[in-house]
């Protein structure tokens, strides 16, 4: 059985990534790439659908016990777990070298104190646990083949087989370190280098180092920033500047339930934000790769925008359920691909503009198809801003006039408008200004209940939506108007969990609600840093202080964050780990570091 989603460390190499649970067994892996086939996909299964377990010996058929410490080694993606046993202590290190060639998952046994005996379990089964692979000896190496895959295991221990299994027992000693390695390959090409487990350990910590050198950010929450950039940058595909939402699929949203989604793909909105978080922060190579990789997803075609693509800009991402497997704690279905990748969301034209209009304040170079595409989307939204959407929450229900797809779409018009005034762009600048006005008007006319003093989800709904928070967050309207204070306090009060973490929307349990689906979920983090916000913003800077404390003891041992929270199995839910809410993190604190809202 798959450990708690807040058991799992993440390692990764910019392209792939792989979860190690807390007794150090690897049970997410897909190769090559973020959204190819898992070869470990006990996450979401059974250890049937693979694994790879290392640790102090452990019976046949049990799992090890959870390591007695971990941590990254630094900043860094290197993880570092240590067991202490009745025969001594032993340390695992675990880490994806940054990719040059082949892929590889490399773990290092180090004996610390005593004589610990140690085993390895590697389990390899390839399509997402359905298929077994054939497994043979190539000389001092061991590789599994099936299809258009391999995968080659190197270790200077003796291994064996047994069971569909390679096994590996051994002893460690004071000093000693044993090298594992796991490699991807094209099934049909030689044999990948023999890999060098200390130069690559060197390497990549070297890279780390590096990277984080550049970060700008020193403030009084700066461990739980560098932890959420590092994660961030984890998750983006160097070799296209795509950003994944989350390296994972279909972790629950609610145990049991069946709002299990695929985030392997680059949302737009979900990189655009992230983008603006890498820019505040120093890292404008991350930014510059990410808007040429927006040029060439949407190239062409501007009026056809989906709210996703794939990491390098594939436009198919059918969405498919994997029978075969049985869902994290019975969480079924399991989803491949993303259906919602053709629904109209019109908030995503507001944050791709923001995210352009972002980069260019902040001196990225100019790109002269990047100001053409803005362009190209306002036009769009021109004719197109009246009509109803899915939304940001991607409802499978009806679509409706929702408020915060308004608001987005005055945010796109109104950064374009700047574009045009600071003379680095030509459109028809009064006409748009007068569309400004326009959206403006509409969304105050007819997304606020004058009784209740608040926005509500959706025109003529009463319902409260979390995403009304970027009100003043955007500039639509200034933070101490009344509309948006009645409409924070009115947020908080209704859509609060007991512990105070917020839900995006009402659910209807087992009947289907605005969503289209039946079900509930657990408190959206990204809606609960954003209240944080809007407190800092409305001068409750105190109130917004403690919540973010609060929110940041949610994270992992390692610093990590899923999508929600379950406030009532007190345990983390969702995809895992999920870029937004590690930017929302990362926002908040910049927020409330230049408000002087802290305690230190």
Known sequence: MAGRIEDYALIGDMQTAALVCRDGTV???????????????????????????????????????????????????????????PRGTVRVIDFMPPRDGAPQLIRIVEGVTGRVPMRSELRMRFSYGRVVPWVHR??????????PDSVWFDTSVDTYGESLTTYADFTVAPGDRIGFTISWQPSHKDAPPLPEPEQSLEATEDFWREWVGHCTYHGPYREAVIRSLITLKALTYAPTGGIVAAP????????????????????????????????????RE?????????????????????????????????????EWLPGYENSAPVRVGNGAAHQLQLDVYGEVTEALH???????????YASLLQLKLIEYLEEHWQEPDEGIWEVRGPRRH????KVMAWVAVDRTIKLIESGDADGPLERWKEL??????????????KERNTFTQSYGSKELDASLLIIPQVGFLPPDDKRVIGTVEAIQRELSTPDGFLLRYPTDGDR????GLPGDEGAFLACSFWLADDLAMIGRVDEARALFEKLLSLRNDLGLLAEEWDPRLQRQVGNFPQAFSHVPLIDTALRLTASGAYGG
């Open 27 to 85: 049970d997410w892996l897909c190769l090559p790439r973020f959204d190819s086939h898992a070869i470990f996909a006990g996450l979401l299964g059974t250890e049937e659908h693979g694994f790879w377990r290392l640790g102090p010996a452990f019976a046949e058929g049990t799992r090890p016990a959870p390591a007695t410490r971990r941590s990254y080694r630094g900043d860094s993606l290197i993880l570092e777990s240590e067991w202490d046993t």
């Open 138 to 147: 190539r000389g001092e190496r061991t590789v599994a083949v099936a299809g």
């Open 248 to 283: 994972t699929t279909s972790l629950p949203e609610a145990i049991g339930g069946v709002r299990n989604w695929d985030y392997r793909y680059t949302w737009l909105r979900d990189a655009a934000i992230t983008l603006s978080s890498l820019l505040r922060t120093g890292y």
């Open 286 to 322: 991350e930014a510059r790769a990410w808007r040429e990789w927006l040029l060439r997803a949407v190239a062409g075609d501007p009026e056809n925008l989906q709210i996703m693509y794939g990491i390098a800009g594939e436009r198919e991402l059918g969405e498919a359920e994997l």
């Open 358 to 368: 972002l980069g260019h304040m902040t001196g990225l170079a100019r790109n002269d």
């Open 402 to 405: 929702f408020v915060h797809s």
């Open 436 to 449: 400004r006005d326009d959206i403006h008007r509409d969304v105050c006319e007819k997304g606020y209940d």
């Open 512 to 515: 289907a609600g605005v969503d």
